[in-house]
T-cell receptor, first 114, second 113 residues
Framework: GAGVSQSPSNKVTEKGKDVELRCDPISGHTALYWYRQSLGQGLEFLIYFQGNSAPDKSGLPSDRFSAERTGGSVSTLTIQRTQQEDSAVYLC????????????FGDGTRLSIL | GQNIDQPTEMTATEGAIVQINCTYQTSGFNGLFWYQQHAGEAPTFLSYNVLDGLEEKGRFSSFLSRSKGYSYLLLKELQMKDSASYLCAVRDQNGGSQGNLIFGKGTKLSVKP
C-alpha cells in the first residue's frame, strides 16, 4: 500500500522567502509528526498531531514555523522568512494510535536556503 | 532534561556480530524504538521494546533494561547492506498518551568485507 508521501522532494529558495512543505500520511493513521534532520545530526522533533486533539507544538524552534493538519489527513509545514539555518531535511511520519505503534517515515523534503 | 546517547560510529566485518548501545535519561518512558537509516533515505522501523529483556527478529535483536536506562541493538551475520545509521528513540510519555519520540543522533555502522 501507499506509504507516507512528502512534496516537494527538494526545495531551493532564497533567504527571506516563505516555504510550504506537504505531507500525505498513510490512510487511517491518526498520528502525524514533523521532524527535521540537519547533516550529521539526529532527528529534531518539531510538531505532533493526534486525531482531533490540539497539536503538540513544543518542538517548533521559532514563531516563523507553523503547521496545520486539515481534515485529520494532509499536513502542511510552513516556514516564514526563511533563514540559512533552516536548511535541513524535513521528515514527516505517521502512525496508528497506540504507544507501541512505530512511526512510518516519508522520504523527506530537502530544503536549501541560499 | 532529555538525553539519548549512542556511539557516533562503529566498524565491523561482514559475517560478524555487532552490538550498538544506547543509554537514555528522559522524564518518562513508554517504549524504545530502533530505526535503520541508509544515507539519503527515510528511517525504517526495526524493533520495539517496552518491557525488560530481549526481543529477537531474524538477524536483529534488541535488549532493554529500564532500571539502567539502557538498550542495545544486536546485528548478527553482518551483510554489506547493513551499512547504515542506526537510530535509538524513546517515547517519553507516561500513561496512555502516545507522545512523540526523542531520537539519539544515530550510530553510523560501516561493514567491511
Amino acid at each position: 500500500g501507499a506509504g507516507v508521501s512528502q512534496s516537494p522532494s527538494n526545495k531551493v529558495t532564497e533567504k527571506g522567502k516563505d516555504v510550504e512543505l506537504r505531507c500525505d500520511p498513510i490512510s487511517g493513521h491518526t498520528a502525524l509528526y514533523w521532524y527535521r534532520q540537519s547533516l550529521g545530526q539526529g532527528l529534531e522533533f518539531l510538531i505532533y498531531f493526534q486525531g482531533n486533539s490540539a497539536p503538540d507544538k513544543s518542538g517548533l524552534p521559532s514563531d516563523r514555523f507553523s503547521a496545520e493538519r486539515t481534515g485529520g489527513s494532509v499536513s502542511t509545514l510552513t516556514i516564514q522568512r526563511t533563514q540559512q539555518e533552516d536548511s535541513a531535511v524535513y521528515l514527516c511520519a505517521s502512525s496508528p494510535s497506540g504507544s507501541n505503534q512505530p512511526q512510518h517515515f516519508g522520504d523527506g523534503t530537502r530544503l536549501s536556503i541560499l | 532534561g532529555q538525553n539519548i546517547d549512542q556511539p557516533t560510529e562503529m566498524t565491523a566485518t561482514e559475517g560478524a556480530i555487532v552490538q550498538i548501545n544506547c543509554t537514555y535519561q528522559t522524564s518518562g518512558f513508554n517504549g524504545l524504538f530502533w530505526y535503520q537509516q541508509h544515507a539519503g533515505e527515510a528511517p525504517t522501523f526495526l524493533s520495539y521494546n517496552v518491557l525488560d529483556g530481549l526481543e529477537e527478529k531474524g538477524r536483529f535483536s534488541s535488549f532493554l533494561s529500564r532500571s539502567k536506562g539502557y538498550s542495545y541493538l544486536l546485528l548478527k551475520e553482518l551483510q554489506m547492506k547493513d551499512s547504515a545509521s542506526y537510530l535509538c528513540a524513546v517515547r517519553d510519555q507516561n500513561g496512555g498518551s502516545q507522545g512523540n519520540l526523542i531520537f539519539g543522533k544515530g550510530t553510523k555502522l560501516s561493514v567491511k568485507p
